[in-house]
């Protein structure tokens, strides 16, 4: 599973890299103009990267995968594999984000966000329950209940103010870069 995964998350983020078009001039200035598609392609870039780290921790703590866990992955990298496609529909209309193509973002976010929990309550059924290594580490994530009402809100926003949009879904992420430190200390012990 988790080598699955890591091949769909490699091709997620070539789709990505590969939606980035040259600028149309040689210059500074025409590189410049593309900075916001650039950040957008950025922001995907973190938020795989973020679903990618999590995915590895939590699997280095499990020792059986179900049947359930399978399809709860694949749900849920079925969400992801819509980055791509939003972020390049994000971008359609830089400098300024449109609202529709933003709030889709958001969506598409807060999908991903969504279909994580199912993953997580699967692997953590398949390997013990609560009292597992994982469901004693995971217990109480506050950043799960969090993103998704961050998400709504920026979804709400998009159609009043898309660039607010893009700073809330952008605070989600930095509240997400760093590994969780709960998994990390289980792993050493």
């Known amino acids: 599973m988790e080598a699955f995964t890591d091949g769909v998350i490699a091709v997620i983020i070539t789709i990505m890299v590969l939606e980035l078009k040259l600028p149309h001039e040689a210059t500074w200035r025409a590189l410049l103009a593309d900075v916001p598609v650039f950040l957008s ?9 973020i679903y990618w780290n999590n995915h590895h921790h939590m699997l280095q703590m499990v020792s059986h995968v179900s ?9 849920f990298l079925f969400w992801l594999s819509l980055f791509p496609f939003t972020t390049s529909w994000l971008n359609e209309s830089h400098p300024v984000p449109a609202p529709v193509p933003t709030a889709v973002y958001g969506i598409v976010l807060l999908l991903a ?5 199912p993953l997580l309550r699967a692997l953590i059924t398949a390997n013990g329950g609560e009292k597992s290594g994982l469901g004693e ?8 209940v969090v993103s998704p009402v961050g ?7 998009a ?10 879904y952008a605070a989600i992420a930095a509240l997400w870069f760093i590994p969780d430190r709960r998994l990390e200390a289980r792993m050493r012990t």
């Open 67 to 75: 049947g359930r866990v399978l399809w709860a992955n694949l749900f």
């Open 151 to 157: 998400y709504l809100i920026g979804i709400a926003l």
């Open 159 to 168: 159609f009043f103010a898309p660039i607010l949009s893009c700073v809330i």
């Open 113 to 117: 966000a969504l279909s994580w929990v």
């Open 137 to 144: 580490a995971l217990r109480g994530d506050w950043k799960v």
């Open 41 to 49: 392609y950025v922001l995907s870039f973190v938020y795989v990267g």
